[in-house]
Nanobody, 121 residues
Framework: QVQLVESGGGLVQSGGSLRLSCVVS????????MGWYRQAPGKQRELVAA???????SYSDSVRGRFTISRDNAKNTVYLQMNSLKPEDTAVYYC???????????????WGQGTQVTVSS
């Protein structure tokens, strides 16, 4: 069973930066697509960044140019560098691993506890 442990969240002022980490176990990390998601209060969970096993990346329009997703296969870890943070980035951030279709649809039976990101204005 896949286990995911997210960390790195916190409280930051608008314009600040944070780096999130997600350690993955229970799956062959290096061949999996990875996604970072966020869920704000009262809203649906949304995919903000994805990275394929081969390293190709994609971003939602709301974070493109500000967030960078990367991975370290040796550490079974995926990162999300978040710069120029805005109050609307406030949410609980989650990661997950799977096929490209699973990552795009967020169709996973298991999620980690997430990490809270709060951006003050």
């Amino acid at each position: 069973q896949v286990q995911l442990v997210e960390s790195g969240g916190g409280l930051v002022q608008s314009g600040g930066s944070l780096r999130l980490s997600c350690v993955v176990s229970g799956t062959i990390f290096r061949i999996n697509n990875m996604g970072w998601y966020r869920q704000a209060p009262g809203k649906q969970r949304e995919l903000v960044a994805a990275i394929a096993g081969g390293g190709s990346v994609s971003y939602s329009d709301s974070v493109r140019g500000r967030f960078t997703i990367s991975r370290d296969n040796a550490k079974n870890t995926v990162y999300l560098q978040m710069n120029s943070l805005k109050p609307e980035d406030t949410a609980v951030y989650y990661c997950n691993a799977g096929s490209a279709r699973e990552v795009a649809s967020a169709n996973f039976p298991t999620w980690g506890q997430g990490t809270q990101v709060t951006v003050s204005s």
